[in-house]
């Protein structure tokens, strides 16, 4: 009776949720121009999924070739999805972006006469042809930083951005 007993529990508010939140609102944005196409710019390394791989159509023998992509990608240890809806690549790019998701790999018709799929960008919304056997050595060297998009981009053709403004 008449003893104080300081607590000896310390309580800190510095936790994993609070570290999450600093995390997401740092990477953040929108896009200029366009206040509804919001965007996740996590670094490659850190977003949880590296890469997406869109068929333009549905069609088997694009498929074909994306599901060799995303084996290819698998096997390199870059986490990948892809998606195969209906809807346009322009809204596909978006949903991705909104995600965090870095880069973007577009089977197009081109594949069949030059063997090449379109490579984008988020941030720069920049987009390259890279030889499809090449595709996930390039991401693999771009999300451990062994190379830079503006290396990529200089030693790959440009591809002219459609998708973006749909």
Known sequence: AGRSFPP???EPSFGIGRIMYCMFEHSYYTREGDETRAVLRFTPIVAPVKATVFPLMQKAELNEV?????SALTAAGLSNIIDTTGTTIGK?????DEIGVPFAITVDYGVQSDNT???RERDSMAQVRVP???VASVVRALVDSATSWEAVAAKYPAQKASGDEE
């Open 8 to 10: 000896a529990v310390i």
């Open 66 to 70: 994306a599901s060799r992509i995303s």
């Open 92 to 96: 596909r790019y978006a949903r991705t």
């Open 117 to 119: 799929v379109t490579l």
């Open 132 to 134: 499809v056997d090449e």
